[in-house]
């Protein structure tokens, strides 16, 4: 059910919301003014995803032709209802308009919904950073860095697929 989600930017008056947002969906508090950070134009950008209220955020970089995912999460109470797969979907679309053919992203080896969200995207593991992620209760969790290559449009709206 992905039908009534609207991605919309993030702009600066929204950053306590995304931050709200970040804070739920991780249960760790994170800054407004580092989101700010995070959020640095031209290179970096946030999307938000709304339904009856926001229910998401991501927030991306691209440098040359690569992007990155810098952080996702949707609130708990609107989890599997395809928020993330939209966030997604729009992270791609603005990393093309913006040149990136790859986009990359981490994510801990302890996280299946995240694994479940990014393989059925069509990402794949291209490394793994050993012991990468600290848990608040101390032990290390290793990072797989995920892949996914970006359609590139053709003129006539025509969509090149590489299959990874
Ligand atoms: C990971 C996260 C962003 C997924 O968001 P979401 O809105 O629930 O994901 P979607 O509803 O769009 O799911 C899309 C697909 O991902 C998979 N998926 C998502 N959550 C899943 C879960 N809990 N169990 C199994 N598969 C899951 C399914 O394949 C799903 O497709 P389907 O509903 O057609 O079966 C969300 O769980 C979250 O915010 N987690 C906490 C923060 C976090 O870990 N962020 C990622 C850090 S790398």
């Given at each position: 059910m992905t039908g009534d989600v609207r991605i919309v930017p993030v702009r600066r008056a929204d950053l306590s919301v995304v931050g709200a947002l970040f804070e739920v969906a991780f249960g760790e508090p994170y800054g407004e003014a580092?989101?700010?950070?995070?959020?640095?134009?031209?290179?970096?950008?946030g999307l938000m995803a709304e339904l009856d209220t926001a229910a998401g955020f991501a927030i991306a970089s691209v440098a040359a032709d690569e992007a990155e995912i810098l952080s996702i999460g949707v609130a708990p109470s609107y989890r599997q209802r395809g928020v993330g797969r939209a966030l997604l979907r729009g992270v791609v679309e603005r990393a093309a308009q913006k040149g990136a053919g790859?986009?990359?992203?981490?994510?801990?080896?302890?996280?299946?919904?995240?694994?479940?969200?990014?393989?059925?995207f069509g990402f794949r593991q291209v490394g793994l950073r050993r012991n990468y992620y600290r848990r608040a209760d101390?032990?290390?969790?290793?990072?797989?860095?995920?892949?996914?290559?970006?359609?590139q449009s053709r003129p006539g709206g025509r969509q090149e697929v590489t299959i990874p």
């Open positions: 580092a989101m700010g950070d995070l959020l640095k134009p031209p290179a970096s950008f790859r986009l990359f992203l981490e994510v801990g080896a302890d996280n299946p919904p995240a694994a479940a969200l990014y393989d059925a101390g032990h290390r969790v290793d990072a797989r860095i995920l892949a996914y290559t970006i359609p």
